[in-house]
């Protein structure tokens, strides 16, 4: 049978959904990916001496595969959103699960955050599936003696580990799918990098002793979903049109 793929959400969009699908009949074989969102670097304030932050950790990966529903249920997703440094700072997890018996199917959980001012890297988060699960790298610590923030660790990919960022380098993201980390700031203040997507962990921000207003850490990169399945051709409408991210179910 041919293979009919979709993203969720469509190419990289911070809408995290949730987004409803429904299972229509001759699909088999479903392949689900989560990607998790990356965590925060950390904010530097400086009201005295200069501060340097650290990196938030990379998103990880579920994979689930050779799946077979029932013809009519009803799947929900969740994309992560990447944290922030002004909000919550853990990316949040990429979920697909049962919408009727609440089941979680495949998980890519988020990386940990990093709160103001700390100098300690954040974890790279895990992943649940029954294939396979990869893990996001972690944070680098800063160091204020070396003048350096802290790098954001690597997101995981599918086939692959992210890397851990390794002083102010962010870690390099894991095949297939996995964001780069953020580099942090060597000898310089200002905002940390972006994590970059999917799921690669911000990194750590730099504030020189001139206000105690704060300079903020870059955020982690949003998840993402995946779905892949095979069909019958003589369906082919019936699929695409049940497996809109748009449809919500009906109550």
Same mark, same amino acid.
């Given at each position: 049978?041919?293979?009919?793929?979709?993203?969720?959400?469509p190419?990289?969009?911070?809408?995290? =959904?949730?987004?409803? %699908?429904?299972?229509?009949?001759?699909?088999?074989?479903?392949?689900? %990916?989560?990607?998790?969102?990356?965590?925060?670097?950390?904010?530097?304030?400086?009201?005295?001496?200069?501060?340097?932050?650290?990196?938030?950790?990379?998103?990880?990966?579920?994979?689930?595969?050779?799946?077979?529903?029932t013809?009519?249920?009803?799947?929900? %997703?969740?994309?992560? &959103?990447?944290?922030?440094?002004? =909000?919550?700072?853990?990316?949040?997890?990429?979920? @697909?699960?049962?919408?009727?018996?609440?089941?979680?199917?495949?998980?890519?959980?988020?990386?940990?955050? &990093?709160?103001?001012?700390?100098?300690?890297?954040?974890?790279?988060?895990?992943?649940?599936?029954?294939?396979?699960?990869?893990?996001?790298?972690?944070?680098?610590?800063?160091?204020s003696?070396?003048?350096?923030?802290?790098?954001?660790?690597?997101?995981?990919?599918? =086939?692959?580990?992210?890397?851990?960022?390794?002083?102010?380098?962010?870690?390099?993201?894991?095949? @297939?799918?996995?964001?780069?980390?953020?580099?942090?700031?060597?000898?310089s203040?200002g905002?940390?990098?972006?994590?970059?997507?999917?799921?690669?962990?911000?990194?750590?921000?730099?504030?020189?002793?001139?206000?105690a207003?704060?300079?903020?850490? =870059?955020?982690?990169?949003?998840?993402?979903?995946?779905?892949?399945?095979?069909?019958? @051709?003589? %369906?082919?409408?019936?699929?695409?049109?049940?497996?809109?991210?748009?449809?919500?179910?009906?109550?």
């Open positions: 049978m041919p293979t009919y793929s979709n993203t969720w959400p190419g990289y969009s911070p809408d995290p =959904g949730p987004f409803y %699908i429904t299972i229509p009949r001759g699909v088999s074989n479903i392949q689900i %990916i989560c990607w998790g969102a990356g965590g925060c670097g950390g904010r530097a304030t400086a009201p005295i001496v200069a501060t340097y932050s650290a990196g938030g950790g990379g998103g990880g990966v579920g994979v689930t595969t050779g799946a077979t529903y013809a009519g249920s009803v799947l929900r %997703i969740y994309c992560g &959103v990447g944290g922030t440094s002004d =909000g919550t700072h853990n990316g949040s997890n990429s979920i @697909v699960s049962d919408n009727r018996t609440h089941t979680s199917l495949c998980i890519g959980y988020g990386g940990n955050g &990093v709160a103001g001012n700390s100098t300690s890297g954040a974890a790279g988060g895990g992943g649940f599936g029954n294939f396979s699960t990869y893990i996001g790298g972690n944070g680098a610590n800063s160091n003696t070396s003048g350096y923030s802290g790098g954001g660790g690597g997101g995981a990919g599918s =086939g692959h580990n992210g890397t851990n960022a390794s002083t102010f380098h962010g870690g390099k993201g894991g095949s @297939v799918g996995g964001g780069y980390g953020g580099d942090g700031l060597n000898g203040g905002i940390g990098s972006e994590g970059n997507a999917y799921g690669g962990g911000g990194a750590g921000s730099a504030e020189f002793p001139i206000s207003d704060g300079v903020p850490g =870059g955020s982690g990169a949003h998840g993402a979903v995946y779905i892949s399945y095979d069909y019958a @051709v003589n %369906i082919l409408m019936n699929v695409i049109t049940a497996f809109s991210p748009r449809y919500v179910p009906p109550v």
